[in-house]
Nanobody, 126 residues
Framework: QVQLVESGGGSVQAGGSLRLSCAGF????????MGWFRQGPGKEREGLAH???????KYADSVKGRFTISQDNAQNTLYLQMNSLKPEDTAMYYC????????????????????WGQGTQVTVSS
């Protein structure tokens, strides 16, 4: 099994930056892809950024150019650097991961990741 623990959330003013971290524990060597999601008040969960073990990435249009996903495989940690934050970025942020065998489906058709963290809150004030 895999456990994911997010950190780095907090309160920031519009235009500021935050870096979220997601530490993985357990069978992390078998993970093939990871992603960041968020869910704001009264909104559906939104996929933001995804990364595969080979380093390839993709982003939602809403965060492209402002957010950067990265990973440190040696430290089993996923990151999300968030710049130029806006009040509409206020949400609970979650990381997710899955084993390599499922990554093609996740990457191509948005299949759901198997492993999820508990989330970290980001609040952006105007």
């Amino acid at each position: 099994q895999v456990q994911l623990v997010e950190s780095g959330g907090g309160s920031v003013q519009a235009g500021g930056s935050l870096r979220l971290s997601c530490a993985g524990f357990g069978y992390t060597d078998w993970l093939g892809c990871m992603g960041w999601f968020r869910q704001g008040p009264g909104k559906e969960r939104e996929g933001l950024a995804h990364i595969r073990r080979d380093g390839s990435t993709k982003y939602a249009d809403s965060v492209k150019g402002r957010f950067t996903i990265s990973q440190d495989n040696a430290q089993n940690t996923l990151y999300l650097q968030m710049n130029s934050l806006k009040p509409e970025d206020t949400a609970m942020y979650y990381c997710a991961a899955d084993f390599e065998g499922r990554c093609s489906a996740i990457w191509s058709s948005g299949a759901r990741y198997k492993y999820w963290g508990q989330g970290t809150q980001v609040t952006v004030s105007s």
